[in-house]
């Protein structure tokens, strides 16, 4: 199947500080990246949905000066969390969409686990 | 009311036996639907899509009741590394097609 990969799997940063993490599609063109956030015993919640070339569409209760999605390319959607905090602390997976003949497939990444301290 | 309901379990079942997973979805315009399988603190991973006729996939069998607005998923001959949340999502086809997941159902397999 179709590969995605997340960059950092992991990051522990201060209280105040900015975090990037990136997404990508490595085998395949995504128009489509889905921003999701999970946390600990709850299910994923979609963010935001990230269109190449265009601005992104949150979710109801997600601020988007704080949550700043970039698609730059058919391949990567990046997402920075600025001024974390510990509230913050989740398992963002970002899935990037392809379509196979008449229907849509998504396809996670491994996830990032921020914590925030 | 969530979109997506499930019971979050544990299901605690001994190998070999058959156990049962049922999800309820609120939104009548969701098309596609799926069960994906995760594994703590691991992303989500597709099991399989469920179809309205049902479908099989080795000691996995999916059920579709969209009058209902009902899916199910049996696992029969469970083994060990079958314990993990199972993941009841729904999706909509057009327009805003990000799936919409339940809460899991925890699955833990005992020797």
């Known amino acids: 199947g179709a590969v995605v990969s997340q960059h950092p799997s992991r990051v522990i940063c201060k209280s105040g500080t900015s975090v990037k993490i990136e997404c990508r599609s490595l085998?395949?063109?995504?128009?489509?990246m889905f921003w999701y956030r999970q946390f600990p015993k709850k299910s994923l919640m979609l963010m935001a949905t990230?269109?190449?070339?265009?601005?992104?569409?949150?979710e109801q209760g997600v601020e988007k000066d704080k949550f700043l999605i970039n698609h730059a390319s058919l391949t990567l959607s990046t997402l920075t969390v600025t001024s974390a905090h510990p509230e913050d602390s989740s398992f963002y997976i970002c899935?990037?969409?392809?379509?196979?003949?008449?229907?849509?497939?998504?396809?996670f990444g491994p996830g990032t686990r921020l914590t925030v301290t | 009311r969530k979109e997506v309901e499930q019971d979050p379990g544990p299901f605690n079942v001994p190998e070999g036996a058959t156990v049962a997973f049922n999800c309820t979805y609120s939104n009548s315009a969701s098309q596609s639907f799926f069960w994906y399988r995760q594994d703590c603190r691991k992303e989500p991973k597709l099991l399989m899509s469920?179809?309205?006729s049902g479908n099989e996939d080795g000691r996995f069998t999916a059920q579709l009741n969209r009058a209902s607005q009902y899916i199910s998923l049996l696992i029969r001959d469970s083994k060990l590394s079958d314990s993990a949340t199972y993941l009841c999502v729904v999706r909509r086809d057009t327009g805003r097609r990000a799936l919409t997941f339940g809460s899991g159902t925890r699955l833990q397999v005992q020797p």
């Open positions: 990230s269109n190449e070339g265009s601005k992104a569409t949150y």
């Open positions: 899935s990037a969409e392809t379509r196979q003949r008449s229907s849509y497939e998504q396809y």
């Open positions: 469920v179809y309205s």
């Open positions: 085998d395949f063109q995504a128009t489509t």
